[in-house]
């Protein structure tokens, strides 16, 4: 049914076996995706240059280096093919129970995140700001080490009662709206915390993941019975029949996260570049931002006339890598665009990415594992490493202890 979750790679879908769309709910639903897409992307880049300024080691995102992007595909496949045995052996009903619960946790948190600024800015003056502090520890004396120390405030709580109330609200229902709630959230944490630290690092693992969702798409069956075996928000979805069944529609079209993330954070990339050449434009990141557009338009187009799934970073990577790179060509900024990396003063405190928490091989659920990844250091309530308590470490060392911790 069209509300199991989804085509992982991810395509967007037409359900047309049991229902024929009719052309005014396929163009809603096909505008509304590309809508959304286009909201965390453009908003996670913004939030992107703010976070590397952020002088909060808890707010600093994670840096991934050109041997994590080498890496990233091949660990990916491997996920993607042992969650294909997993489901032909165990009951998919307890994996997804279990997901269900994970999920529940990390979209909470997430959503959290994304509420904070907006927060930061509608919150009534009148009502006081109180500090909060849930604190876990093992050990005792000198040996005794943090396990958990969250500070948050008011602001941080009322956002992560609003994010209790939609991750019960997806739990329970399963509802297309929370899922995309959940799934806007997750998308905009991956986009705005994990950073390419060059473009030839963004170039390794857009291409990459190319030959990766083209391979496991139209090689194999194994993407498609993942994904239709997984329930997460790890998809955007519109219904096509919402103007004949309204909130009750069930035939969906979809995104998955993985189209949104793995080009938002090159084109987020090329945003901080623009910023670092100084000429107050933003240049590439508009040429990128548009040609994201264009590929997502062009798999639309694709999908619809030939009535098959199409892998969207087929089409996506070579436009937001194919577009920067001639507008670069024309402007004899090659050079300049291949050799710019990340601000020296925010790669030390910023932890590589050295691990891949992956809960499905997918595009769509490598952009959840990641942000699972992003949200272990930075998250609504700021979170403090895993440190010494003790008054000579705490101080002083804590920069160090967390990289060792990444």
């Known amino acids: 049914g069209s509300e199991s979750p989804l085509n992982g790679t991810d395509v967007l879908n037409a359900t047309a076996a049991k229902f024929v769309a009719t052309p005014e709910g396929t163009a809603l639903a096909y505008g509304s995706l590309l809508f959304m897409a286009l909201l965390p992307i453009f908003f996670g880049a913004l939030r992107s240059v703010t976070c590397s300024k952020s002088k909060n080691s808890s707010d600093m995102p994670e840096t991934i280096t050109g041997r994590d992007a080498a890496r990233f595909p091949i660990i990916a496949s491997c996920t993607l093919f042992g969650l294909y045995l997993f489901f032909k052996v165990f009951s998919q009903e307890y994996i997804n129970l279990l997901l269900s619960m994970y999920f529940f946790v990390l979209g909470i948190l997430a959503l959290a995140h994304t509420l904070s600024p907006l927060m930061a800015k509608v919150f009534p003056a009148s009502i006081p700001i109180k500090q909060y502090q849930l604190l876990f520890t093992q050990g005792s004396g000198e040996a005794k080490e943090e396990v958990v120390n969250y500070e948050f405030d008011t602001k941080d709580l009322v956002c992560l009662v609003i994010g209790g109330v939609v991750g019960v609200w997806y739990v329970l229902k ?144 070579p436009a937001c890598i194919g577009f920067p790179v001639l507008v670069a060509l024309i402007k004899g900024e ?73």
Not at 278 to 285: A, G, I, L, Q, V
């Open 334 to 406: 090659v050079t300049e665009m291949f050799s710019f990396e990340s601000p020296e003063e925010f790669i030390p405190s910023s932890p590589r990415l050295t691990s891949f928490p992956t809960v499905s091989g997918s595009p769509a659920s490598l952009a959840s594992s990641m942000d699972a990844v992003a949200m272990a250091t930075s998250s609504s309530p700021r979170r403090r490493r895993l440190q010494p308590t003790s008054e000579e470490g705490s101080k002083d060392e804590a920069p160090e202890t967390e990289k060792k911790d990444q």
């Open 174 to 317: 399963k509802h297309w709206v929370a899922n995309n709630l959940f799934g806007l959230a997750f998308a905009l944490n991956g986009v705005e915390l994990l950073h390419l630290n060059n473009v030839c690092t963004g170039c390794i693992l857009l291409g990459g993941l190319f030959v990766y969702d083209v391979f496991w798409v139209f090689g194999t069956n194994v993407m498609v019975t993942v994904a239709r075996s997984f329930e997460a928000p790890i998809k955007l979805v519109f219904p096509q029949d919402l103007l004949e069944r309204g909130m009750d529609a069930s035939n969906f079209a979809m995104l998955g996260l993985g189209d949104i993330v793995i080009p938002g954070i090159f084109i987020a990339l090329l945003l901080r570049f623009d910023i670092s050449l100084k000429k107050n434009s933003r240049t590439y990141f508009y040429a990128s931002f548009l040609a994201y557009i264009f590929g997502l338009g062009l798999t639309i187009f694709i999908m619809h006339t030939f009535k098959h799934a199409q892998p969207a970073l087929l089409y996506l990577v």
